[in-house]
């Protein structure tokens, strides 16, 4: 029995196999006409695109003279002196570290305070439940302008601002989208599951814990990536929020940084080029995720 | 169970119910307040009625704000759509190794938050077209953001060169989910790759449209960072947008009362256009 099935098997294959590989031949030859007019054009495309970064990047390298000259040659050698000027300027490492803490921390208290109460949301069906979820989908269409100078007089009057404030605010501006996230992932997630371990005499926090936040994984990673992009290029919150020099965030300091060297263009251009780069980098490093993340969160 | 009775429901709703009550709603309701007052910022203000609202619609500044506004976003909106629509198409041809290349350039400018991104582009117009200008002694290239128009313009090209790469990625995913065999029965029964785009692929992404003609319309309408790094509203207030108009108005002239009216009547614009946009593209959806 074995002997004959595991033949019908090789046998079945290689026919499989050829059929398949001449029609993919074929398919191929005349996709790959096609597609090298496709890729010329992807690459003309992708260079005007890039071009702005190009004149950035070769400009940071030049004195004020040659800038000011013409813009568009390539700099004379390679002159670092701009770089270490403006990363001392900038107070790079604190500023960069100050972006950082505000980052994480709002995206530590937006995950789990979010997939709390998408799960509670999800795994209950009364009126009351929907009428919640409603009340939190009014925050998606309030845009913060609306609400922008109470939320900072209310912040202010109890000295609730700078890092722990932004935090908040952070988490509150965001817990509607992220919730909103959750909950759709939820509904994909059978209740049975839930219901055996409760038979099992686990209890709620518990199966959430151990069971629903590590399904949700695929979520949390829409959710730091959707999240983490704005908090880390955000400038008008934090220029309401931060009255501490010291705690400056990114966006901040380089916006001080323009006015006090003001058209500067070679200390400016390699501020800009060393707070961009880093972020490339790490976009590339995680590039699946982030595209994962984002087309999730679109189709959701 | 997460019943309405069990403790468990409630404690896992509390922390979100917090935070949005104290950032969203009772802001959203002291603000209200605020705009029936004529607060600026230290001594309580004093009711005034509606006296803000017809004040606001009597100021030319924050017409003309909401003008730009709105042309501004009709404008990109269109315009990111499009290009990220071709982008997309482009990407999802079988490239191979290209394909991620492609997707990086393109999305490249998303990382980037918009303060910097203005000062980008405040180089590229004022420094780099000069030096276009100089070489070529066009006139075009001169001055770019020094007019109304060539602000516009350097408003709108930065915030294209920001977006769409963003909705590219959006209109990727739906494409990706169009059916293999679809697409092979419209080859087999001889249509264009036009046809197949404009019969097939675009009726099929329409729930794409609710999800990013949302995104950058109200991107678009809030956006304030761009606009302060690139032309800070110059020259002359022409290149204001609605948003800044809010923020100096409350920060700079310390109106704070004033300026939540016309906070308000932005929000209330904001979501009107939203709830009527998405009515909009769902009821496309459904009968694509």
Do not use: C
């Not at chain 1, 601002?161 to 994909?188: E, K, V």
């Not at chain 2, 990111?80 to 350039?105: D, E, H, P, S």
């Amino acid at each position: 029995m074995m002997r004959t099935s595991r033949q019908l098997a090789v046998n079945k294959n290689p026919l499989a196999k050829d059929s398949k590989h001449t029609d993919s031949a074929l398919t191929k030859r005349k996709r790959n006409d096609k597609n090298s007019g496709m890729i010329i054009l992807g690459i003309v495309m992708s260079l005007f695109w890039f071009y702005p970064f190009f004149l950035i990047i070769i400009n940071s390298f030049k004195t004020k003279a040659e800038i000011f000259q013409n813009t568009l040659t390539l700099p004379s050698g390679i002159n670092a002196e701009n770089y270490t000027t403006a990363f001392e300027k900038l107070d790079f490492v604190k500023s960069a570290a100050n972006s950082l803490l505000v980052t994480v921390g709002s995206l530590v208290l937006i995950v789990f305070v979010s997939s709390m109460a998408a799960y509670a949301l999800s795994r209950n069906t009364s009126k009351i439940s929907s009428m919640i979820y409603f009340i939190i989908a009014i925050g998606l269409l309030i845009p913060f302008q609306g609400i922008m100078i109470p939320l900072i007089s209310l912040f202010g009057k109890v000295s609730m601002l700078n890092q722990p404030g932004l935090m908040i605010m952070y988490l509150g501006l965001a817990t509607s989208m992220s919730t909103f996230l959750y909950y759709g992932a939820l509904r994909g997630i059978p209740k049975s599951l839930d219901e055996a371990a409760v038979i099992d005499g686990a209890n709620t926090f518990y199966i959430y814990w151990k069971i629903i936040l590590p399904l949700l994984k695929p979520t949390t990673v829409t959710v730091i990536v959707l999240n983490s992009l704005w908090f880390w290029n955000d400038y008008l919150l934090p220029s309401l929020s931060v009255n501490k020099a010291g705690m400056y965030t990114i966006p901040l300091k380089m916006f001080y940084f323009f006015g006090e060297f003001n058209k500067q263009w070679h200390l400016a251009l390699a501020a800009l080029v060393m707070v961009i780069i880093p972020i490339i980098i790490l976009f590339i490093a995680l590039q699946k995720y982030v595209v994962k993340g984002i087309s999730d969160g679109a189709i959701k | 169970m997460l019943t309405n009775r069990s403790k468990s429901f409630w404690l896992l709703l509390t922390p979100a119910f917090i935070a949005l009550l104290i950032v969203l709603f009772i802001p959203l309701m002291t603000g209200t307040y605020y705009s029936l007052t004529d607060w600026n910022g230290n001594t309580v203000g004093e009711f005034i009625g509606f006296d803000n609202y017809i004040r606001a619609f009597q100021d030319q500044g924050f017409i003309d704000s909401l003008v730009f506004t709105a042309k501004f976003s009709v404008v990109s909106v269109v315009l990111i759509n499009v290009i990220a629509l071709i982008l997309a198409t482009l990407v999802t041809q079988k490239l191979g190794r290209w394909t991620t290349v492609f997707r990086t350039v393109f999305f490249m400018p998303n990382l980037i938050g918009g303060i910097i991104l203005g000062f980008i582009w405040q180089f590229i117009f004022n420094k780099a077209f000069e030096s276009i200008g100089d070489l070529t002694s066009i006139q075009f290239f001169k001055g770019w953001l020094d007019t109304p128009e060539t602000g516009f313009w350097g408003l709108v090209i930065l915030f294209v060169w920001q977006m769409s790469g963003y909705m590219m990625l959006i209109y990727i995913s739906f494409l990706n989910n169009i059916p293999e065999e679809i697409l092979e029965a419209a080859n087999m029964d001889g249509a264009s790759p036009m046809q197949t785009f404009i019969r097939i692929k675009l009726p099929m992404l329409m729930p794409a449209f609710t999800v990013t003609l949302f995104l950058t319309l109200s991107n678009a309408f809030k956006i304030y960072d761009q606009n302060l790094a690139l032309t800070q509203g110059g020259p002359y207030n022409s290149t204001q947008m609605a948003a800044m108009n809010i923020y100096n108005e409350a920060f700079s002239m310390r109106n704070m009362g004033f300026a939540q009216s016309k906070a308000i009547i932005f929000l209330i614009i904001i979501v009107v256009i939203s709830i009527i946009q998405i009515s909009i593209t769902r009821k496309k959806e459904i009968s694509a």
